[in-house]
């Protein structure tokens, strides 16, 4: 019972990091270290497209990186399960979603581009997809670190014999 709770707050713990805490290191990333540093050949507006939907590329790779050295303190296979909560409520959501009269025709093309390409483009459902992006991120920076796919691995004795 003890391990099950375990396993579920360090699951948890990891979720709040790939989704929620990517979103406030974003923020602080913009607003506090490159605000200042590139202020003089960017506008404000060009610093914040960066960031903005639908693709969010700036939080998708610090989530990548979160992933990826997220093994460094808490050791386990939490972080290869945080993309099926944002998964489920992003399905829940497109299934359950009613697009306005002003839509034609409805159909999941329509749904799908409601959702991921932003029509219209106010990417009115990043609350949805940016937990999505930045949890499947994550998981995949977990992957590659598991996969020590950006490590020089040396051969063990053993292998040699």
Not at 105 to 118: E, M, R
Request: net charge positive.
């Amino acid at each position: 019972m003890r391990s099950s709770m375990r396993w579920v707050g360090l699951y948890v713990l990891h979720l709040l990091t790939a989704t929620l805490g990517v979103m406030l290191a974003t923020g602080i990333l913009l607003n506090v270290i490159l605000k200042p540093l590139m202020q003089p050949w960017m506008s404000h507006a060009q610093l914040i497209s960066v960031a903005n939907g639908p693709y969010y590329a700036l939080e998708v790779v610090l989530a990548a990186l979160a992933g990826y050295f997220s093994y460094v303190r808490f050791k386990g296979n939490y972080r290869f399960w945080v993309w099926i909560l944002p998964t489920v409520y992003l399905a829940t959501k497109m299934i359950l979603w009613i697009p306005s009269s002003v839509v034609g025709n409805y159909n999941w093309g329509t749904t799908l581009a409601h959702f991921f390409v932003g029509t219209p483009p106010h990417y009115p459902e990043g609350n949805v997809t940016m937990p999505f992006y930045t949890s499947l991120s994550y998981t995949l920076g977990a992957l590659c670190d598991a996969g020590n796919v950006f490590r020089f691995q040396r051969p063990t004795e053993d292998a040699g014999r």
